[in-house]
Nanobody
Framework: QVQLVESGGGLVQPGGSLRLSCAASGNIFSPNTMGWYRQAPGKQRDLVADITSGGNTNYADSVKGRFTISRDNAKNTMYLQMNSLKPEDTAVYYC???????????????WGQGTQVTVSS
């Protein structure tokens, strides 16, 4: 139903910034939640931040005050502005979309292929 394509990853020094983008296409119904997840080698995939179609946001404690999630519904694009990056932020970052039913449950989930973020001097 929905295709997600991430971009903007790369190599950055500690303390630097990156801006990730996720372009969505297909049957994007509302309500929905879009989010960023990350997975480092040998670790599980964890939520970084998410944002509802209404604009409500949620952040992992480890990124609060440093990362900002946003979305442009007219462009079907979600962003993650990452500032004050740390080596611990190194991971593959994945875009996610959840389509919600009237009870708030997820009836469809889509994932992008991921983009690599490496924080190193």
């Amino acid at each position: 139903q929905v295709q997600l394509v991430e971009s903007g990853g790369g190599l950055v020094q500690p303390g630097g910034s990156l801006r990730l983008s996720c372009a969505a296409s297909g049957n994007i119904f509302s309500p929905n939640t879009m989010g960023w997840y990350r997975q480092a080698p040998g670790k599980q995939r964890d939520l970084v931040a998410d944002i509802t179609s209404g604009g409500n946001t949620n952040y992992a404690d480890s990124v609060k005050g440093r990362f900002t999630i946003s979305r442009d519904n007219a462009k079907n694009t979600m962003y993650l502005q990452m500032n004050s990056l740390k080596p611990e932020d190194t991971a593959v970052y994945y875009c996610n979309l959840n389509l919600r039913d009237m009870r708030g449950g997820t009836y469809y989930r889509s994932w992008g292929q991921g983009t690599q973020v490496t924080v190193s001097s």
